[in-house]
C-alpha cells in the first residue's frame, strides 16, 4: 500500500511524505503506482519551473519539504493532494492519506 502522510503546521502543509508501493499489479503494470508517480512528478517539476520553494527527496519514501509558502506553491500541493485522494477513493486497498500535525 501507498502511504501518503501530510503533516501540517498552523493549518499550512509543511511536509509529505510518500511511502511503500500499490502492489495494485505487478511491477511494470501498477496503474496505481503509475498514476501516483504522475501527479507528484508533475506537481513537483511545475512548482520548481517557477521557484524553489520546496526542497524534494526522490527515493522511496518520497518526501517534499515546503521551505517557502506562497500561494502557487501552496495552490499546487493542494491540488495534488486532492487528486491523491479522489485516486484513494478509487483504490482503498492501494493508497492512503492521512493528515498529521507537527509541533
Not at 57 to 68: A, Q, S, Y
Amino acid at each position: 500500500m501507498i502511504q501518503v502522510q501530510i503533516y501540517k503546521e498552523k493549518g499550512q502543509m509543511n511536509r509529505i511524505l510518500i511511502k511503500g508501493h500499490a502492489e495494485y499489479a505487478e511491477k511494470g503494470y501498477d496503474i496505481v503506482c503509475s498514476a501516483v508517480s504522475s501527479i507528484v512528478t508533475t506537481t513537483v517539476n511545475n512548482i520548481l519551473s517557477f521557484h524553489q520553494s520546496i526542497e524534494v527527496k526522490d527515493e522511496n519514501p518520497v518526501e517534499i519539504k515546503v521551505i517557502e509558502h506562497d500561494s502557487i506553491t501552496d495552490t499546487l500541493l493542494n491540488n495534488m493532494i486532492d487528486l491523491l485522494k479522489e485516486l484513494e477513493n478509487q483504490y482503498q486497498k492501494n493508497i492512503r492519506t492521512e493528515e498529521k500535525s507537527e509541533c
